[in-house]
């Protein structure tokens, strides 16, 4: 067994590109692309915003690969209009070489209590040694997978526009939600925010998370 930390990889953009995409894209609106400057998407975008008129965000895309736990996935395909591709516990057979012959779980660093951690390491040590042994006696992993819990590892790819990431974002940082979300969350709003100010700027997040448990964020050409 394997306990593993979570991280996330996103596809490298330039962040006043895409602003400025967008306004291009709104100015059709007004035939206004005149008045376009280096800087008068800023202007444009906030206004958008304050009114409503957000489906100009739909204009343009990014993509993140997040290596989280199946509960994380669970919550975050509900989205209807992001698109996923999911490791598939039905096709990856985690007794094999190619994943080190043993499950990946990944670490709830959030249970911070010893005992409680402890239970659910031997937990995991349990299911992983049923998993195992069920796949000696010739289980199919459409069997074995009835037993991988939530924490069960596993890596995703995930799109949306840039419309459809604020309502995540704004959903999905909060207190509320599962903190093996706001781990990778949290961290690539920081980062659009940084990028975007003008539209993530105001989304509101878990400020009291502490940044310790922030899954490490990295930009890659391709992710
Ligand atoms: C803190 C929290 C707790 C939750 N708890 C539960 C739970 O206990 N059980 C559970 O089942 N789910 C739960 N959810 C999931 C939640 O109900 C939504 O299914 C999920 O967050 C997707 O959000 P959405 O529908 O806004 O968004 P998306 O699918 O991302 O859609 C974006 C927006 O498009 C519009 N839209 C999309 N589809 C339609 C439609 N058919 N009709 C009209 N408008 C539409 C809405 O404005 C929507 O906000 C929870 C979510 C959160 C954040």
Same mark, same amino acid.
């Given at each position: *067994?394997?306990?593993v930390e979570p991280w996330? =990889?996103?596809e490298?953009?330039?962040? /006043? #590109?895409? @602003?400025k995409r967008? +306004?291009?894209?709104?100015?059709?609106c007004?035939?206004?692309?005149?008045?376009i400057?280096?800087?008068?998407?800023?202007?444009?975008?906030?206004?958008?915003?304050?009114?409503g008129?957000?489906?100009?965000?739909?204009?343009?895309?990014?993509?993140?690969?997040?290596?989280?736990?199946?509960g994380?996935?669970?919550d975050l395909?509900r989205?209807?209009?992001?698109?996923?591709s999911v490791?598939?516990?039905?096709?990856c057979s985690y007794?094999?070489?190619?994943?080190g012959?043993e499950i990946?779980? *990944?670490d709830?660093?959030?249970i911070?209590? =010893?005992?409680?951690?402890?239970?659910? /390491? #031997?937990? @995991?040590?349990?299911i +992983?040694?049923?998993?195992i042994k069920?796949k000696?006696?010739?289980?199919?992993?459409d069997?074995?997978?009835?037993?991988?819990?939530h924490?069960?590892?596993?890596?995703?790819?995930m799109?949306?526009?840039?419309?459809?990431?604020?309502?995540?974002?704004e959903?999905?940082?909060?207190?509320?939600?599962?903190?093996?979300?706001?781990q990778?969350l949290?961290?690539?709003?920081?980062?659009?925010?940084e990028?975007?100010?003008?539209?993530?700027?105001?989304?509101?997040?878990?400020?009291?998370?502490?940044p310790?448990?922030y899954?490490k964020?990295?930009?890659?050409?391709?992710?």
């Amino acid at each position: *067994m394997r306990i593993v930390e979570p991280w996330i =990889k996103v596809e490298k953009f330039d962040g /006043k #590109k895409i @602003m400025k995409r967008i +306004e291009r894209a709104c100015r059709t609106c007004y035939r206004s692309e005149g008045k376009i400057t280096d800087d008068s998407y800023k202007k444009l975008l906030t206004n958008c915003i304050n009114r409503g008129h957000e489906s100009v965000l739909e204009h343009e895309k990014i993509t993140v690969r997040i290596y989280d736990d199946v509960g994380s996935y669970k919550d975050l395909t509900r989205h209807r209009f992001a698109s996923f591709s999911v490791e598939s516990t039905r096709y990856c057979s985690y007794d094999k070489d190619k994943y080190g012959n043993e499950i990946a779980f *990944m670490d709830p660093v959030y249970i911070e209590d =010893k005992e409680t951690y402890e239970i659910w /390491k #031997k937990t @995991m040590q349990e299911i +992983e040694n049923g998993y195992i042994k069920m796949k000696e006696l010739g289980a199919s992993t459409d069997m074995v997978r009835e037993i991988l819990p939530h924490s069960t590892a596993a890596e995703y790819t995930m799109t949306a526009n840039i419309r459809e990431w604020k309502h995540i974002l704004e959903l999905r940082t909060t207190n509320h939600v599962h903190p093996s979300i706001r781990q990778v969350l949290i961290p690539l709003l920081k980062l659009f925010q940084e990028e975007m100010p003008e539209i993530f700027g105001d989304v509101e997040y878990d400020k009291e998370f502490n940044p310790k448990f922030y899954a490490k964020l990295t930009i890659e050409d391709e992710v």
